[in-house]
Antibody, heavy 123, light 106 residues
């Protein structure tokens, strides 16, 4: 079955760190770019970061640049999001999503989504 | 950043109605525009890509059109299972989403 499964969310204090993981199955993970998209409670969708299939190209929203790092381990079919210096406004459900872009490029068409993992930043 | 403005923000319609949502980009994005459906408590689902292409498995009552800065999403005959929030998203530059349109049954 083609699916994405996020993990690693939880409650963290402001200024703290958290690493999210997204396990992929049912498709050739290394052939596709991947993205993280978040949704604050009761709010709309916000694109956070993307990475090409090879991992050689990465992109970030201005709101997280310098604090978050996207990476992937193609041998483990897993996508990561390292989140540092967390703020209250980072509280959201974080979704990983498969991009139709390939090994060297990110396209921005997200055709498969995980169920999401909730990150709460609060003291 | 490219701003995406969706309208209306909410919409109430009857089963069988034709429903239209619009999305305007702050600059020319050619046809780099997707539409997603998000049902309550669920992940978003891709419905339309490249402004007018129907994703595999999506019912044909859903359609999209437009290019440049102005785009339209249409449900030709509203069904009860279409109750959801719909988002447009551009990918001409770093992706950005519209604010969403909440669709309810009248």
């Amino acid at each position: 079955e083609v699916q994405l499964l996020e993990s690693g969310g939880g409650l963290v204090q402001p200024g703290g760190s958290l690493r999210l993981s997204c396990a992929a199955s049912g498709f050739t993970f290394s052939s596709y770019a991947m993205s993280w998209v978040r949704q604050a409670p009761g709010k709309g969708l916000e694109w956070v970061s993307a990475i090409s299939g090879s991992g050689g190209s990465t992109y970030y929203a201005d709101s997280v640049k310098g604090r978050f790092t996207i990476s992937r381990d193609n041998s483990k079919n897993t996508l990561y999001l390292q989140m540092n210096s967390l703020r209250a406004e980072d509280t959201a459900v974080y979704y990983c999503a498969k991009d139709t872009g390939g090994i060297t490029m990110v396209r921005g068409v997200l055709d498969l989504w995980g169920r999401g993992t909730l990150v709460t930043v609060s003291s | 950043d490219i701003q995406m403005t969706q309208s209306p923000s909410s919409l109430s319609a009857s089963v069988g109605d034709r429903v239209t949502i619009t999305c305007q980009a702050s600059q020319d994005i050619s046809n780099y525009l997707n539409w997603y459906q998000q049902k309550p408590g669920k992940a978003p689902k891709l419905l339309i890509y490249d402004a007018s292409n129907l994703e595999t498995g999506v019912p044909s009552r859903f359609s999209g059109s437009g290019s440049g800065t102005d785009f339209t999403f249409t449900i030709s005959s509203l069904q009860p299972e279409d109750i959801a929030t719909y988002y447009c998203q551009q990918y001409d530059n770093l992706p950005t989403f519209g604010q969403g349109t909440r669709l309810e049954i009248k």
